[in-house]
């Protein structure tokens, strides 16, 4: 993961993401949709649906806005492939 860095210099710290907004878990690289937090886990489930994922809080930070239109126009071309 690249170091991203604020105008002025300092490190620039994504937010994690709220409950349904799309997020990466760092830990494994994949993206999901942030279903809550139980025990101490954050649960996520892939874009396009299935079985949910437990990661780490601290592992868990916003997509970029390149990665969330990215994300986003996956589901879309997997939905337009199965005519939904």
């Given amino acids: 993961m690249e170091t991203q ?3 002025d210099g300092r490190p620039y710290t994504p937010a994690r993401p709220g409950i349904g ?3 990466r878990d760092t830990a494994s690289g994949r ?3 942030v279903m809550g937090e139980i025990g101490g886990r954050v ?6 649906g ?3 994922w437990d990661a780490m809080p601290d592992n868990v930070v916003a997509l970029r806005a ?3 239109l990215s994300a986003r126009l996956a589901v879309k071309n997997h939905n337009s ?3 939904v």
């Avoid at 649960?43 to 396009?48: A, D, G, S, T, Y």
């Fill in 31 to 33: 993206v999901g949709v």
């Fill in 43 to 48: 649960q996520m489930r892939p874009v396009q």
């Fill in 81 to 83: 492939r199965l005519g």
């Fill in 5 to 7: 860095t604020k105008q």
């Fill in 66 to 68: 390149r990665e969330e």
């Fill in 21 to 23: 907004e799309l997020g």
């Fill in 50 to 52: 299935g079985i949910e």
